[in-house]
């Protein structure tokens, strides 16, 4: 499962633009290639900044990965038409979007659970009641 979908992109961008964005072959739609290939450009680009602290692919994809993936996305389509002017929102939409991922990768800001799970990032500690117990008395000297 990729990190978004179309009915994401188009939470940001009305399916208007997207066909206008997407349409290369004139029908009025937008084509599904173009639309895997900005969803892929927009994974590839947040994989490279969460591997820093994640395992990727993502195999759970936590709601702000969505977010991200959708915004990411639609850029993309907006990178591909020259002729199209990027209105200046999704510039400083792009720029806040890549400053999240930054804050991911440094570890500054987290995925939540799911993501964590995957990472590797836990572990798991065997204890029993035999198992010594460190209390003020025991510790006294060292």
């Known amino acids: 499962m990729g ?6 992109i188009e939470v940001y961008l009305d399916a208007d633009a997207v ?26 680009d947040i994989d490279a900044y969460i591997s820093a602290q994640y395992s990727v692919p993502l195999t759970t994809v936590p709601v702000i990965v969505r977010r991200l993936a959708a915004k990411l996305a639609a850029h993309f389509l907006y990178l591909r038409r020259t002729e199209a002017n990027i209105p200046e929102k999704w510039n400083i939409e792009i720029r ?47």
């Open 19 to 44: 066909a206008a964005l997407a349409d290369d072959d004139g029908d009025g739609t937008a084509d599904a290639a173009v639309i895997a290939e900005a969803i892929a450009s927009a994974e590839a």
């Open 3 to 8: 990190y978004c979908e179309l009915a994401d």
């Open 96 to 142: 806040e979007v890549r400053r999240m991922l930054e804050s991911i990768s440094r570890g500054e800001m987290q995925l939540g659970r799911a993501a964590a799970h995957q990472a590797g990032d836990l572990c798991l500690a065997a204890k029993d009641e035999e198992d010594a117990t460190f209390n003020a008395t025991v510790m006294e000297g060292f």
